[in-house]
């Protein structure tokens, strides 16, 4: 079974505007972490936001936020104020309990239009 | 360096050919990782060192491919007699903990390599 989805291939947003990338999870463990990952074209994975399991509110990192809601499984990207230099692959992953490997999602690709 | 280092960045093999990939994480690191990524894919896992230690290679395809780390600092993805299954982008990251996983990660910027 597939422990992280993201069911948006693709997505368009003007600039400037919000954007929201959905990710669900499944796991077992109570003590997991998630995490989303931006890839430019250039192929480096560069880390976003973390959220771990037990943290009481959503992470935020400057533009990026997280929609943590534990009970939906759900650990969705809003990233604000969109720029052009946004475009790009985003992967949603998570790490269980005190594993020490990544499940990334299959990814979903941001077009910022001007 | 600062950053994680991997080379080449392309790769072109042919079918049956030997091929190494090459890792240089940020000085220091204790965890190394690699993950195949193919096209259109989130990254899968391979295999995970702790210093000098290969801790888990749940993730290799095949006893086609092989990884070392011997020094505990530069690591090599050995794949041979190459096959098309295996193109794919080579995602090398590393990280300060020891077992602490995601947090922290800093990954390269791979190395792609198509086998024709």
């Known amino acids: 079974a597939q422990k992280i989805t993201q069911t948006q291939p693709g997505m368009f947003v003007q600039e400037k505007e919000a954007v929201t990338l959905d990710c669900t999870y499944d796991?077992?463990?109570?003590?997991?972490?998630l995490f989303w990952y931006k890839q430019p074209s250039s192929g480096e994975m560069i880390f976003l936001i973390y959220q771990g399991s037990y943290d009481q509110q959503n992470a935020t990192e400057g533009r990026y936020s997280l929609n943590f809601q534990k009970a939906r499984k759900s650990a969705n990207l809003v990233i604000s104020a969109s720029q052009l230099g946004d475009s790009a692959m985003y992967f949603c992953?998570?790490?269980?309990?005190?594993?020490?490997?990544?499940?990334f999602g299959a990814g979903t690709t941001v077009t910022v239009r001007a | 360096g600062a950053g994680v280092s991997q080379s080449p960045r392309y790769k072109v093999a042919k079918r049956g050919q030997d091929v190494a990939l090459r890792c240089d994480p940020i000085s220091g690191h204790v965890s190394l990782f690699w993950y195949q990524q193919a096209l259109g894919q989130g990254p899968e896992f391979l295999t995970y060192?702790?210093?000098?230690?290969?801790?888990?290679k749940s993730g290799l395809p095949s006893d086609r491919f092989f990884a070392e780390r011997p020094e505990g600092s530069v690591s090599t993805l050995k794949i041979q007699r190459t096959q098309q299954e295996d193109s794919a982008v080579y995602l090398c990251?590393?990280?300060?903990?020891?077992?602490?996983?995601?947090?922290?990660?800093?990954f390269g910027s791979g190395t792609r390599l198509t086998v024709v």
């Open positions: 060192f702790q210093n000098e230690a290969q801790l888990d």
């Open positions: 796991t077992s463990d109570p003590s997991y972490g």
């Open positions: 990251a590393s990280s300060l903990g020891g077992t602490l996983g995601g947090y922290g990660y800093t």
């Open positions: 992953a998570m790490r269980e309990g005190d594993d020490y490997k990544l499940s």
